[in-house]
């Protein structure tokens, strides 16, 4: 008798096994003639059974009948899944977990490789609707369905990081963003990217750091990590840093008339103006018509000359050999400054601190016919 009731329970599982099977099957061949709906209902049934949902194949057909519900044109097939795509990333992940040797393994890869561009392709809409975080999760899963399928994604993995990026989500994207620089995606501008990312995570000393430590390190001669370097360095005041990256950046570049000019700035604001004002007449060497220059050598010349306009006015009135010393200093001081002065004026001529700076110096040196022009440029 036992051995009777052991083949009738054996014989019974081996029934049952081969019904599932049979479901399995048929949701495939309603796959195959585009009978989705008919397709869904019986994968779904065969997914939710104790055998067939340890089968590799139900998995696979599963994954390929949502597949299809997302990329179909039909309305009606459509509308049987709102979220027929992650459940088809499920269906493909769960093949490939339970590793059924009767899986066809390229099969399977097809599969999940035909869900990155529609999962990707929602990801860039959910970015134009801002909503970020949402489109961070599509661009996640394409990263990591390429990671299944042993291929590395940078795209999707700098895009999770631009998108959490736009969603002040700071640290998350850094992660991605780290991960971009680790495989050199992005090359030297993805320094500036996630140095940018940390100055609005309030690490700027961790952005000055990785730009220094680690960019320049990497690519020494790149234009744009020495800007951003030196506007680091400019925004805490620190002018011996940026000295440093002007003096690269010219280095890089000696007929770049910004770096001259930016060099003669930082000059100007240490102190040092001998030096700056030879920089910023290198920078006109290079520039015949750059108004910054020009307008910041007068500006050296004229404060100089303001200064000692100052002095004089303080003085006591039994000081008058002084004063006289002080004016014709002062008048000295402002016919230097006025060939620059006059000179970015033809440059820029509505600008009103050249035309400002032109007045009192005309006024200074008695030149009252050109006050006089230029005062009514200022009030008319």
Not at 337 to 357: G, R, V
Request: glycine share 4%.
């Amino acid at each position: 008798m036992k051995k009777i009731y052991l083949c009738a329970v054996v014989c019974l599982l081996s029934s049952t096994a081969f019904t599932q099977k049979a479901k399995v099957q048929s949701a495939y061949n309603y796959l195959k003639y585009g009978e989705l709906d008919k397709a869904k209902e019986a994968i779904d049934l065969a997914s939710e059974n104790e055998v067939s949902s340890l089968m590799g194949k139900t998995w696979l057909y599963r994954g390929k009948i949502y597949s299809a519900i997302a990329n179909t044109k039909e309305e009606k097939y459509k509308a049987l899944d709102s979220d027929a795509l992650n459940k088809a990333y499920e269906a493909f992940s769960k093949a490939m977990s339970l590793n059924d040797k009767k899986v066809n393994k390229t099969d399977l890869n097809n599969g999940m490789a035909q869900l990155i561009n529609p999962i990707f392709n929602q990801g860039i809409a959910l970015f134009k609707e801002k909503k970020y975080e949402q489109a961070a999760s599509k661009f996640s899963m394409t990263s990591k369905i390429n990671d299944q399928l042993g291929l590395l994604d940078t795209l999707s993995i700098y895009n999770t990081g631009l998108a959490y990026a736009n969603a002040s989500k700071y640290d998350m994207a850094l992660e991605r963003y780290k991960k971009c620089l680790e495989t050199g995606y992005g090359k030297d501008k993805m320094y500036t990217t996630v140095a940018d990312l940390m100055v609005k995570n309030n690490n700027k000393q961790g952005a000055i750091d990785l730009i220094q430590n680690e960019g320049l390190k990497k690519y020494p001669t790149s234009q744009s990590l020495i800007n951003y370097q030196f506007s680091l360095y400019l925004q805490d005041e620190d002018y011996d840093g940026a000295l440093k990256s002007v003096d690269a950046s010219i280095a890089n570049d000696p007929t770049n008339a910004v770096f001259h000019y930016n060099k003669g700035f930082i000059l100007d604001q240490k102190g040092d103006r001998g030096a700056a004002v030879q920089s910023y007449e290198k920078a006109i060497d290079v520039d015949a018509e750059y108004f910054d220059a020009y307008y910041n050598l007068g500006a050296i010349y004229f404060n100089d000359g303001a200064s000692k306009i100052k002095q004089r006015n303080e003085l006591p009135l039994n000081a008058a050999a002084k004063a006289k010393e002080l004016k014709e200093s002062s008048v000295a001081d402002f016919n230097k400054a006025l060939p620059f002065l006059e000179k970015a004026h033809n440059i820029n001529p509505n600008d009103k601190s050249t035309l400002q700076s032109l007045r009192e110096i005309y006024s200074r040196i008695g030149n009252t016919e050109k006050y006089k022009l230029i005062n009514d440029k200022l009030t008319n």
